[in-house]
Nanobody
Framework: QVRLVESGGGLVQPGGSLRLSCAAS????????THWYRRAPGKQRDLVAS???????SYVDSVKGRFTISRDDAENTVNLQMNSLKPEDTAVYYC????????WGQGTQVTVSS
């Protein structure tokens, strides 16, 4: 049984940093492309960042230069380092993986507010 668990969310002031982590059981991240998505209040779920099997990363324009996605193959985690956070980054953040991104975590809340 595949299970993804996100952690690391919380309340942070604008300009602050958070590091999200997605831990997996029942699946090995290095065999799949893995994504971080987010859903802001009242909005649709949007793709934020992706990391391929080969380690190539990509980002939505709004987070380029501020967010970094990485994968730790020893720990079987995919992480999202978020710096220079803005109020508009407030959302529930989800990781997703699998051959058709069919496995999702339950999400972790990130709130950026003073």
């Amino acid at each position: 049984q595949v299970r993804l668990v996100e952690s690391g969310g919380g309340l942070v002031q604008p300009g602050g940093s958070l590091r999200l982590s997605c831990a997996a059981s029942g699946i090995i991240f290095r065999f799949y492309t893995t994504h971080w998505y987010r859903r802001a209040p009242g909005k649709q779920r949007d793709l934020v960042a992706s990391i391929t099997i080969g380690g190539t990363t990509s980002y939505v324009d709004s987070v380029k230069g501020r967010f970094t996605i990485s994968r730790d193959d020893a720990e079987n985690t995919v992480n999202l380092q978020m710096n220079s956070l803005k109020p508009e980054d407030t959302a529930v953040y989800y990781c997703a993986t699998g051959s058709i991104s069919n496995y999702w975590g339950q999400g972790t809340q990130v709130t950026v507010s003073s």
